[in-house]
């Protein structure tokens, strides 16, 4: 199957009171992984790739050929949208020219008014080519690749301005966070992202942070419209875990274990279990 935008999958889920997950993509064993979970879970998923990410995997162009060519060699049937994660204008752009089939345009730190006006700007060139758009209004908080969020709570008014742009996909701070959640952490703002969904037309919301929010607040937040939950530090976390426990045991040291192929290989199967495990609590296993 070839990639899709992220549209249709998120009103489905929407629809239907489920939502898909973003997992951020680092190299070629995260996204085979990714990929293979969402395969074997008949599970639609979104790849996310955030600028450092793609820097660090040589530009767009080789990210869309190494989805491209893996999912056909993977022969993967569920829906897969490739997309750009708190995109600057520029990035955006460079995503839709390079064959992203969804773009995030952040312009949260920008004046509403202004952070409109760029938003309409990228769905008009995405929309040409049927390419999904995701604003954000309230900045996440947290630091993500040095895209740095004060982890404001966004106001449902901006948020009914920005949802009329055309995009398909709202991102709006409700006290989340990228990385882990402080002790004290108070929670998601649920009142807030009720009202936000009251004012938005029934548009899928996106939840970012979703490392380390309870499972119990993840479901409650779907049944307000959350439609995607970005994931990306805990599948950092525990691919490291599992690299490292396979250091200490010495297992590089054992035959031919220093081959990267075997290093590399608990921390696939970690990234595996963690997505698989995401794709049922957010119930969207068996959609696809
Ligand atoms: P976490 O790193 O907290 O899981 O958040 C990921 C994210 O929101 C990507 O945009």
Redesign the pocket.
Known sequence: MKLVSAKTMLETARKEGYAVG?F?INNLEWTKAILHAAQEMRSPVIL?VSEGAGKYMVGYNTIVGMVEGMMETIGVSVPVALHL??GSFDAAKACIEAGFTSVMFDGSHLSIDDNVEKTKEIVKLATAKGISVEAEVGS?G?E?DGVVGSGEVADPEECRRIAKTGISMLAAGIGNI??TYPDNWQGLNMDVLKEIGETTDNIPLVL????GIPDAMVREAIGYGVSKI?????CQIEFTKAVRTYFEAGKDKVGKGFDPRKVLKPGYDAIIKVVKEKMTLFDSQGKA
Do not use: Y
């Not at 970005?230 to 805990?234: L, W």
């Open positions: 973003q951020n996310g994660d708190h996440i947290g993500e990228h990385g970012h942070g979703g490392t970005n994931v990306n530090t805990e």
